[in-house]
């Protein structure tokens, strides 16, 4: 039934994990299967077994053939403070597969029982964070940013003991690889710049093989400089959608450059660049505005475990590292730039897009305007002046857009392209319908205090066309009424 196991990440060395098999649970009950994922990733769906059979695989009740189950080992940097090991306390990672496209994906189950890095934890998952991972991972692929995938969840038949008494679920997670800043991190707080070394390798030759022919130092530096590009790239597109990943902690940095770990995350509303979520972020360190700066905080944490790598000298290794680092903020600029010059249907770079987007952020901010649906809306108005107002209803204070629109106007005008294609353009980047927090709150609701599932698979559906109309679903374009709204959002860890 699995497309056959590639096995790389347990060919590393023993230290790199723990071998561990999933803890069976009692009654495993399959709640989502993600077929489009599943045909990519090589399962035959002609063949597929009983939804029976599914949820006991995806539950860890049975291993499929081939799999080795290993739980990985990292540490992590968490709100600034370095843990040197934390590890996969509730995850394990089956092998990896080969894909469709020739990629190589591993296939994780999270929620799968206690391993030798649980430490006080249960290794289990509530039925919520499953749902809420599985809905915004979902969701932002959708949206075409990188990001783990969520092959299924399933229900355990057993309680998870939190604040109360939740139902648990098990979420199997796709992913380019799990290996982390704090898989790095691990190594370099041991001394262990062998295994350093070919965690690096391992890591050049699955996610940046054009660096294979590198060698030495540069061969590390310039592994740096491409994870750093992919961190610049991959915040500037959540940065265009309103994306908080909410727990930016180095363990949660994937390598790869795909978004991992949802968490707490959640989805701006009204445009605040100091908007916070979650419950434990009470400083706002992974506020949006600080995503940016926390990207290169964490990528900085990247260099100092690779030091070693760059030089046996180590202030060489440092200085080298720094001109690295100090690359980010240009490239984010630029990233960031060409997201936003996208989002307002602008094909071509002039000198002072920068100060309009500013500008046109500030109306947003003054006015109190939902991110996404402004930009959706401002779509409508490059193809016609006529839907300016429907624009200007989501501001409740709209000098600024008012005085913003003629310079966007003529901006577009130099264009020189059909307004109807810039509109079509820009529907095509911004998104009419996101993971809005009270939504996927609902959801979760049903599922876990009334065993509905149906609200959860329609906003799936919904969340899957994120930049095509639909007809029946406007009110899940709309931001949350005033009772509706979210405030905080929890890990559910
Ligand atoms: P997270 O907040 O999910 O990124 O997890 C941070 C660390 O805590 C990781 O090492 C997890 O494996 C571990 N962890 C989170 N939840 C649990 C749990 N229920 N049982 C054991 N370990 C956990
Ligand atoms: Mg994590």
């Known amino acids: 039934m699995f497309p056959a196991f590639s096995l790389h990440y347990s060919r590393l060395p023993e230290r ?44 860890g009740n049975a291993v499929p053939p081939g799999a080795e189950p290993v739980a990985q080992a990292y540490a992590g940097h968490q709100f600034g403070g370095f843990v040197p090991r934390l590890g996969d306390g509730r995850a394990v990672l089956l092998g990896e597969v080969v894909d469709r496209h020739g990629r190589l994906r591993d296939i994780q189950l999270k929620g799968a029982g206690r391993t030798p890095s649980s430490r006080g934890g249960d290794g289990r998952a509530p039925l919520g964070p499953v749902l809420r991972e599985y809905l915004v991972s979902e969701a932002m692929h959708a949206m075409g940013i990188p990001t783990t995938r969520s092959l299924a969840a399933v229900t355990t038949g057993e309680p998870v003991y939190r604040e109360t008494v939740l139902p648990g679920g098990v979420l199997t997670r796709v992913a380019a690889s799990h290996i982390r800043i704090g898989t790095f991190e691990y190594f370099a707080a041991r001394g262990d710049v062998e295994g350093l070394r070919l965690l690096a390798d391992h890591v050049i030759e699955r996610h940046y093989p054009q660096l294979a022919g590198l060698a030495g130092g540069e061969r590390y530096l310039t592994l740096l400089a491409a994870v750093l590009e992919r961190q610049a790239a991959l915040v500037a597109r959540w940065m265009g959608v309103g994306f908080i990943h909410g727990v930016m902690n180095t363990d949660n940095t994937a390598i790869s450059g795909e978004t991992i770990d949802y968490g707490p995350c959640a989805f701006m509303e009204a445009y605040d660049p100091r908007t916070v979520f979650s419950s434990i972020d009470q400083s706002g360190r992974y506020a949006y505005g600080n995503q940016p700066g926390i990207a290169v905080w964490n990528l900085a944490r990247l260099a100092e475990a690779l030091l070693p790598l760059f030089d046996a000298d180590e202030q060489c290794a440092i200085e080298q590292a720094t001109e690295v680092i100090e690359r980010f903020a240009g490239r984010y600029q630029a990233e960031w730039l060409a997201v936003m010059r996208a989002k307002l249907g602008l094909a071509h770079e002039h000198e002072a897009d920068g100060e309009l987007i500013e500008a046109l952020l500030q109306a947003l901010y003054s006015g109190r305007a939902d991110f996404t649906l402004s930009f959706r809306r401002l779509a409508d108005c490059a193809a016609s002046p006529s839907a300016d107002q429907a624009l200007l209803e989501q501001f409740r204070v709209s000098d600024a857009i008012q005085a913003w629109l003629p310079r966007w106007r003529e901006r577009l005008a130099a264009e020189e392209q059909p307004l109807e294609a810039a509109a079509a353009r820009m529907r095509a980047v911004n998104p009419l319908y996101i993971p809005r927090n009270h939504l996927v709150e609902q959801a979760i609701t049903a599922a876990v205090e ?21 007809p029946g679903y406007e009110r899940y374009a709309q931001p949350a009424a005033p009772h509706e709204r979210v405030v905080r959002t929890f890990c559910g860890t």
Not at 27 to 55: K, T, Y
Not at 450 to 470: G, H, I, N, S, W
Request: hydrophobic share 45%; charged share 30%; glycine share 2%.
């Open 16 to 59: 790199f994990y723990e071998r561990f098999n999933p803890e069976p649970v009692r009654l495993p009950q399959l709640i989502a299967f993600n077929r489009p994922l599943a045909e990519e990733l090589g399962f035959d769906l002609a063949a597929l077994p009983s939804r029976e059979e599914l949820a006991r695989y995806f539950a």
């Open 450 to 470: 009334e065993d509905d599932f149906k609200p959860f698979e329609t906003l799936q559906a919904v969340l899957a066309r994120p930049f095509e109309e639909q």
